[in-house]
């Protein structure tokens, strides 16, 4: 008797099939390849991981504390959906130094036509840019490779990335872009220093992209994470307000940039905090208020003690940080350039390496390769519709990278 009530107890509780419900949005989306190797990983004891997508330092004590300090003295609410006033204004008037860009916090009383806000990551800031300039059966184009979220992100609209190849420099130029131009596109999605090669635009390359998009009325996205990752040969602009400092070559640059130039920032990997999910965005006030418009519905706003420590942010010195990792850069290029083909990164931390043909493998079965050996690193595939090549991160400790570096050198040579 009693097991019986137990048989039936279980039928009650048999739980539905609930993957009819699940929609097209979602199935479309396909994350085994990046997910197979992340499984293979795990089962790895002390390997050498070159697969890591985020810094290897610790977060600034001054940023540190400016969050600590905050929850301390009670900023643990919500904060306005644009971003703390105090971080806004330390946005504003960076962008102003950097740029020469007018961009007020949205809702700020302005003749300006840019706004500022401040987004959940910089991967909120494109989902919300996504969302606001999409239509289902739009397009938008990307590079290929690509940052892996930019293609689903427009799957997630119903609308489509398309792709341009950019191999085998990398480079997602006015050229390339403008054959791929048409009524359907929306915006073009530029990532410099980019993920996964590290590439940067000249500051040529820069305008003519930007002058493209302002004359087909398609607005041009710049995701620059990577902006502070720059190493000494992809330094080539002033800042406007003190020539002495080199800065990046972004099509973001100029006060009139901002009429055609979605500007998309981050805080994580710069300062090591990539966890604390910020970033901001600034452009045409007509698509940051609808940004901001959507944000309220679904981030509501960015963490909110952790915006006094994005404060402190501007106060913190990379710069050592930047120039040890080019050093680490440097090591990657002399160790394999003689084994194969790696467009040279002149900023973030990574690098893009192609696997070499007499191999007759494809970045997949490289990075398995690797794994038998203790190494991690990313199979081009992820990036790409091509899987040729592999991602490195050099976001990690030297002795463990030259140890990686050796292994790979040692496949290359010997298969
Ligand atoms: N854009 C690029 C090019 C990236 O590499 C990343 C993170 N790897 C993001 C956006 C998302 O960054 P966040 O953690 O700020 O959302």
């Known amino acids: ?51 890591i997508g985020q810094p290897d330092f610790p977060v600034p004590k001054i940023v540190r504390d400016a969050a600590s300090d905050a929850i301390e003295s009670g900023v643990n609410g919500y904060s306005p959906t644009q971003g703390h006033p105090a971080l806004l204004k330390r946005i504003c008037s960076w962008l102003k130094a950097d740029l020469d860009w007018d961009a007020p916090a949205v809702g700020t009383p302005s003749d300006s036509a840019a706004a500022t806000f ?54 997602l130029t006015a050229e390339r872009v403008e054959p791929l131009l048409n009524e359907k596109t929306k915006f073009v999605l530029l990532n410099t220093p980019s993920n996964p090669a590290g590439v940067t635009l000249t500051a040529d390359e820069c305008v003519e992209l930007r002058e493209l998009c302002a004359s087909r009325g398609v607005l041009l996205i710049s995701d620059e994470i990577y902006d502070e990752f720059v190493f000494s040969d992809g330094l080539t602009d002033s800042c406007v307000n003190d020539p002495s400092i080199k800065r990046f070559p972004t099509p973001a640059r100029g006060a009139s940039a901002s009429d055609s130039v979605l500007l998309i920032r981050g805080f994580g990997k710069t300062y090591g905090c990539t966890g604390w999910r910020l970033g901001y965005a600034s452009g045409p ?21 952790l915006q006094a420590g994005a404060s402190a942010c501007f106060d913190a010195d990379m710069r050592p940080m930047v120039a040890d990792y080019e050093q680490r850069r440097d090591m990657i290029l002399q160790r394999l350039s003689g084994l194969t083909t790696i467009a040279s990164p002149s900023g973030a931390f990574y690098a893009f390496i192609e696997v070499p043909g007499h191999l007759g493998m494809t970045g997949t079965q490289f990075a398995e390769k690797l794994i038998e050996r203790k190494v991690l690193v990313i199979p081009g595939g992820a990036f790409s519709d091509r899987d040729t090549h592999f991602r490195v991160s050099f976001a990690t400790d030297p002795v463990k990278l030259k140890a990686g570096l050796e292994i790979i050198a040692e496949l290359m040579t010997r298969g």
């Open 285 to 305: 006030r007509a698509v940051i208020d609808e940004m901001a418009k959507l944000q309220q519905y679904t981030f509501v706003c960015a963490p909110s003690p």
């Open 118 to 171: 401040v987004t959940t990551g910089t991967s909120g800031a494109l989902h919300l840019a996504y969302m606001a300039l999409l239509n289902p059966g739009d397009e938008c184009i990307i590079g290929d490779p690509y940052f892996v979220s930019y293609p689903h992100l427009a799957t997630m609209c119903g609308a489509k990335a398309v792709k341009v190849d950019t191999y085998p420099d990398f480079r």
């Open 1 to 51: 008797m009693g097991s019986s009530l137990a048989l039936s107890d279980r039928a009650e509780h048999t739980a539905p099939d609930l993957t009819g419900l699940i929609a097209d949005r979602s199935r479309a989306i396909d994350a085994s390849g990046i997910r197979r190797i992340f499984a293979l990983a795990a089962t790895l004891d002390d390997p050498i991981n070159l697969s």
